[in-house]
Structures are given as structure tokens and as C-alpha cells.
């Protein structure tokens, strides 16, 4: 049974950094997609970052766009999501996210077929 367990998040000040990592268990996942959604209070759960399975070809959504660096490990089975220049705008719960192959651009949580618990981000201002 496949398991993403996140961990870096917590609380930041504004113009601040933080690294997300986002480790697997109970399966390789090396040929799925990885990456990132967020979900603030009352809003639904939005796509922030993505990585294809080899590590060459990444996309950003375009509010952390400029931000955010993410990177894959596939003989760790990790990924991780590097942010800087936090803003209070990018307070959430942020949920690593495993699917099979598809175009960065279009992927949607209906595409994913594993996530993780979640974990809280809170950048103050």
C-alpha cells in the first residue's frame, strides 16, 4: 500500500523560505507524476507544482511561479518543494500528490491517484 508522508512545514514569516519533502512508501512510484496542491480555508484544492519521472520537466502554477523549485529523487522516492519569498497568500495545507504520466500543465487532483495527509504552511505578515 503506497504512502506520502509530508514533513518542513509550520510557520514562516513573510519573504521567508520553506522546503516541503514529501517521502513514499510501499511502492517505487518511479514512472508516476509528483508534485504539490495546496487547499486555504474554504477554497477548493488547487495544483502548485509538478515533476515528470525522470526529473527533466517541471511546471508552476503561475501564483508561486519564479518561487518555487521542485526536485525528485526516485532512489529515495522523495520530492520536494523548495518556496521562497513566502506571502501570507500562500498559507494552506500543501498535499504531496503521485499520478501516473500526463502533461504537467492539465493535471488535476482528479488525475492523482495517491496523497499525502497533508501539512499546514502558515506564512504570517
Known amino acids: 500500500q503506497v504512502q506520502l508522508v509530508e514533513s518542513g512545514g509550520g510557520l514562516v514569516q513573510a519573504g521567508g523560505s520553506l522546503k516541503l519533502s514529501c517521502a513514499a512508501s510501499?511502492?517505487?512510484?518511479?514512472?508516476?507524476?509528483k508534485g504539490w496542491f495546496r487547499q486555504a480555508p474554504g477554497q477548493g484544492r488547487e495544483f502548485v507544482a509538478g515533476?515528470?519521472?525522470?526529473?527533466?520537466?517541471?511546471y508552476y502554477a503561475d501564483p508561486v511561479k519564479g518561487r518555487c523549485t521542485i526536485s525528485r529523487d526516485n532512489a529515495k522516492n522523495t520530492v520536494d518543494l523548495q518556496i521562497n519569498s513566502l506571502k501570507p497568500e500562500d498559507t494552506a495545507v500543501y498535499f504531496c500528490?503521485?499520478?501516473?504520466?500526463?502533461?504537467?500543465?492539465?493535471?488535476?487532483?482528479?488525475?492523482?491517484?495517491?496523497w499525502g495527509q497533508g501539512i499546514q504552511v502558515t506564512v504570517s505578515s
Open positions: 515533476i515528470n519521472w525522470s526529473g527533466g520537466s517541471t
Open positions: 500528490a503521485a499520478g501516473p504520466p500526463k502533461l504537467l500543465r492539465l493535471w488535476r487532483p482528479s488525475d492523482v491517484d495517491y
Open positions: 510501499g511502492g517505487p512510484l518511479s514512472s508516476y507524476i
